[in-house]
């Protein structure tokens, strides 16, 4: 008998071959490692509400010191300077710079914001935009679906709302389209926020991944509508998360962080 032991997509796959002098048998078999135990200390979802608005937010992006706050729409970006001496998040209006695009956006419209060196960059399923937020907020985008920093192969599909790259990517059954990684407060490695895949119980949830088994470690949160973006925040610490609450209309900008549970 010779066993193999395969792997696809959707995980393990043992196979085994049975030989004699008249026959030949073969039989596959699925197999996936017991989940992890669940991690102690459990992890605690904080929320802090940044930003609502009546018109889509693509992504969030705090520079100076989180004293200004770029947020990413459709068409254009948009800066925020907190109000001096502000401790509940105030934030007032700044400048806008719009986005000079060659191609509409695609349904569902999903960005991303990066600093570069002195600078800042938006990443969209149209093009690259490129530019600055200080002395001016200004950029300048070409119809180009560039590489995001940090990565080789990384960038959006043109045209539409998801992205290509050559680095394995996580996904569990119970986890939605929307999904980021950011450092374990309570350990070492690294947890991963997801959404829920059932938009009537709309939810996020801290998740370790172990023998490519999601474990979770916090309860589910419930969120007041679809989650329209989920991205590791510029200090790696916590994540940006936009959901879509369809009580009000309005799309509403958080950052989640994790916090150890006594």
Not at 227 to 248: I, M
Request: hydrophobic share 40%; proline share 9%.
């Amino acid at each position: 008998m010779r066993v193999t032991l395969s792997e696809d997509a959707r995980g393990l796959l043992l196979i085994a071959e049975v030989a004699s002098r008249d026959n030949r048998r073969v039989v596959m078999l699925r197999w996936r490692p017991p989940a992890p135990a669940e991690s102690t200390p459990r992890i605690t979802l904080t929320q802090k509400l940044l930003l609502t608005q009546p018109e889509p937010i693509l992504d969030i992006l705090l520079v100076d010191s989180d004293a200004e706050m770029l947020v990413l729409n459709q068409n254009r970006v948009a800066s925020y300077r907190r109000m001096p001496g502000s401790t509940d998040g105030k934030w007032i209006p700044g400048a806008t710079a719009s986005l000079l695009l060659s191609r509409p956006m695609p349904r569902d419209p999903r960005g991303r914001l990066e600093t570069s060196s002195g600078g800042v960059q938006a990443f969209l399923p149209v093009g690259t935009c490129l530019g600055a937020w200080n002395p001016e907020l200004k950029l300048t985008c070409d119809n180009v679906t560039a590489n995001w920093p940090g990565t080789s192969e990384t960038h959006w599909v043109a045209d539409r709302n998801v992205l290509e790259s050559d680095a394995p990517a996580p996904g569990f059954e119970g986890w939605g389209s929307d999904w980021a990684s950011i450092a374990n407060p309570c350990g070492s490695g690294s947890v991963e926020i997801a959404s829920s895949p059932n938009s009537e119980q709309d939810s996020v949830r801290a998740y370790q991944v172990v023998n490519r088994q999601a474990a979770p470690m916090s309860d589910a949160m419930p969120v007041p509508g679809p989650v329209t973006a989920l991205w590791p925040a510029e200090s790696g610490k916590d994540v940006t998360l936009v959901v879509h609450n369809l009580q009000t209309g309005e799309y509403e900008a958080s950052r989640l962080g994790l916090a150890c549970a006594q």
